[in-house]
């Protein structure tokens, strides 16, 4: 259960335990359908009460406005303490020029991306949530059509991957396999993008939901996630040493946990340090008994955090982002010495619980770790699929919202926007 704890410097301060991201709470929660897919959009409202009565912490709305602008201010340094504030809702930001390119072959959430060069493979993902992608598709920057499409292994896992890139090779790791809320798979596997050739590396230790992931100093590291069950964060992290996608040892070695775990990070390597960023506590589950394994929605809490690790396998916790954001897994791009991500999921609107999306463009700048809002995307979305070509911020699949006037999830896109960044 979620606590109320008063204390002088900030009144009215909820701090939602780990505890209460597990399955224990879970039980108390009624079951969801997956609220959101553009065909099969179910209301969820008469569901809400009962989420209400059951383990989730819900704000007083009237002292919430009032104490929005105190805790503004301190927000920043408290970054393990959780806030009544209105995060949810939209940042000022500047509009940013956006031109729509070729949507890609299919519409995808939960999908993962890698740019190498010119080329973006977008990987998988689903299509409705009864229907998982099992194929790569290809999009070219010089020429600006998709070029290619072929298949992943039929035992790799379709959503929630791992996935991170050398030039060449790309690593996927772990994540679902299936459609609805099913199981996951701990196989790994690597892909020669020249040859497009698939080998098998090493299981991961134990499956993972959207594991962070990133190769670091030669190594391919994998932390964090949910665990089997799809809600509870795993803390445990990962290491194999690979090259030219091969794994050098038999087994993955244990590494320094991270300090939150948990799904749908940004996990970036740059300037020699691994950066971990956003993502949140639980996620939905399958419906006990249900032999579809249909999604139902759990209590989820959304993060700001930055971790960073450094050569000597220490984490630091950096200044938060402008605002908690999760599925960005491959939401990012490293442009001019920082870290550029789009779009996201932030905290359920306090009131009514919704889902809220995420339609900023953040920058954190490497040289002095601080964040700016650099623009609007066109709309809201998560799970955006990100690059940076020539000048040019790319990103594309993802579900959008409902509109301007409305930030919760609804169409899950195909969709290929770009805009001329000027940093
Ligand atoms: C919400 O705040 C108001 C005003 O402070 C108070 O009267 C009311 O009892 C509170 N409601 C709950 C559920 O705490
Ligand atoms: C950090 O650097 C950015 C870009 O150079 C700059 O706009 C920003 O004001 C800097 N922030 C601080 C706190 O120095
Ligand atoms: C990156 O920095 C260089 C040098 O300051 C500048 O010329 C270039 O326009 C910048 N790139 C972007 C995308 O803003």
């Not at 383990?55 to 340094?77: E, H, L, Y």
């Not at 690597?190 to 590396?201: G, N």
Request: glycine share 8%; with cysteine; aromatic share 10%.
């Amino acid at each position: 259960m979620a606590k109320l704890q008063h204390k002088h410097t900030t009144p009215n301060i909820y701090i939602i335990p780990i505890c209460c991201a597990g399955i224990l709470g879970a039980a108390l929660i009624a079951n969801f359908l997956w609220a959101s897919f553009s065909s099969s959009y179910i209301s969820i409202t008469s569901n809400w009460a009962v989420e209400k009565s059951g383990s989730i912490v819900v704000p007083n709305a009237t002292t919430t406005t009032s104490k929005k602008k105190k805790t503004a201010n301190n927000a920043k340094r408290r970054v393990h303490e959780r806030f009544l504030s209105g995060t949810f809702a939209d940042l000022p930001a500047p509009d940013l020029h956006w031109e729509e390119m070729p949507p890609a072959p299919v519409p995808r959430l939960d999908g993962s991306s890698v740019q190498i060069k010119d080329l973006f493979y977008v990987f998988s993902g689903y299509g409705t949530r009864d229907y998982v992608h099992s194929h790569v598709d290809i999009y070219n920057f010089n020429s600006n059509t998709w070029v290619g499409r072929f298949d992943t292994p039929k035992d790799m896992g379709h959503s929630h991957l791992g996935v991170a890139t050398d030039g060449r090779y790309v690593y996927i790791v772990s994540g679902q396999y299936g459609p609805q809320c099913r199981g996951p798979t701990a196989r790994v596997f690597s892909l020669d993008t020249d040859t497009k050739k698939w080998k098998e590396l090493p299981p991961l230790p134990a499956p993972r939901y959207s594991p962070a992931t990133q190769l670091w100093r030669g190594r391919l590291h994998v932390m964090g996630g949910s665990k089997e069950n799809r809600h509870t964060p795993g803390v445990d992290h990962w290491s194999l040493l690979v090259k030219d996608g091969e794994a050098l040892e038999k087994e993955w070695q244990t590494e320094v946990p991270i300090p939150r775990g948990g799904p749908h990070r940004a996990c970036v390597a740059v300037n020699d340090k691994l950066f971990v960023i956003g993502g949140q506590e639980g996620d939905f589950m399958a419906k006990p008994g249900s032999p579809i394994f249909l999604c139902s929605r759990r209590h989820e809490v959304v993060y700001n955090d930055v971790y960073m690790l450094d050569e000597e396998m220490k984490w630091t916790l950096l200044p938060p982002m402008p605002k908690p954001n999760s599925h960005i897994e491959c939401s990012w791009v490293v442009v001019n010495n920082s870290i550029i991500i789009t779009g996201g999921t932030t905290e359920k609107n306090p009131v009514t619980k919704r889902m809220i999306l995420v339609g900023e463009v953040f920058q954190f700048h490497l040289h002095n770790m601080t964040w700016s809002v650099i623009g609007k995307l066109p709309y809201r979305v998560k799970t955006t699929l990100t690059a940076y070509w020539d000048g040019w911020l790319y990103f594309t699949s993802g579900q959008r919202d409902r509109g301007p006037d409305n930030p919760q999830p609804k169409m899950v896109v195909g969709d290929l926007w770009r805009t001329k960044l000027d940093l």
